[in-house]
């Protein structure tokens, strides 16, 4: 998808993506990402995830990048906050509590803007973007990445015959191809969620299955 795509979704308020709960597979492993004092949590393609709210609520400091201007702005506001604003490398950066924002194409990144060490929480990114863009996503994403940097990551498995994404089915055999060669990885869950997702069967589901997976970068 093209960054058009995304902006034309926030503007016409067609974010069925958007979840009005916290993910239920962050509070079960989200120890597993060992965060400590003073540590940040990056969030990829991070929307106006409730999930962040979560993250910060255990202490942590949440970094999200996010295209959209108006995803960005509707998350402060829907927290009653006013956050500072200022150009950074590219990117508008909003600032307010625990939460740093930048606003900006995930792809023009680079390690300086991010928080070290890294932990990663990849709930909507990777199964956000379609197979041929897939792979630049991952590429990228490690060379932001330092050894023993932690990603906890969330993938769907469904037939991809019966529903067009976003988001999209990325099997096991796909995320061992793309992180195998530099990540120790460890899947934590595998659970059919259809029952607890009507959105998916309105959508002509008739299975689904939530992974998450834990994925250390070696040495």
């Not at 795509?5 to 509070?27: C, G, K, M, T, Y």
């Not at 900006?104 to 932990?119: H, I, K, V």
């Not at 863009?133 to 590429?139: A, E, G, K, P, Q």
Request: charge should be negative; include cysteine.
């Amino acid at each position: 998808m093209e960054p058009d795509f995304w902006h034309e979704r926030w503007h016409s308020n067609q974010i069925a993506f958007h979840q009005d709960e916290v993910n239920p597979f962050l509070r079960a492993h989200f120890g597993r990402l060992h965060t400590g004092a003073g540590a940040s949590v990056f969030v990829p393609l991070c929307g106006k995830s409730l999930d962040m709210v979560w993250i910060a609520d255990q202490g942590v400091g949440v970094t999200g990048v996010e295209l959209s201007p108006r995803a960005v702005e509707a998350f402060f506001a829907e927290r009653g906050l006013t956050p500072q604003r200022r150009t950074q490398s590219g990117f508008e950066e909003y600032v307010a509590g625990p939460y740093r924002l930048l606003c900006g194409d995930f792809f023009a990144l680079s390690p300086a803007l991010l928080p070290a060490p890294m932990f990663v929480y990849d709930r909507a990114s990777l199964v956000a973007l379609p197979q041929p863009m897939r792979r630049r996503y991952v590429v990228h994403l490690c060379s932001l990445l330092s050894p023993g940097a932690r990603i906890l990551l969330v993938t769907f498995e469904y037939d991809q015959a019966q529903m067009d994404g976003p988001p999209f089915a990325v099997s096991d055999v796909e995320v061992r191809a793309h992180y195998d060669e530099g990540f120790e990885i460890e899947r934590l869950a595998r659970e059919d969620v259809i029952e607890r997702e009507p959105r998916f069967r309105e959508r002509g589901l008739s299975a689904l299955t939530e992974s998450t997976w834990l994925l250390t970068r070696r040495p």
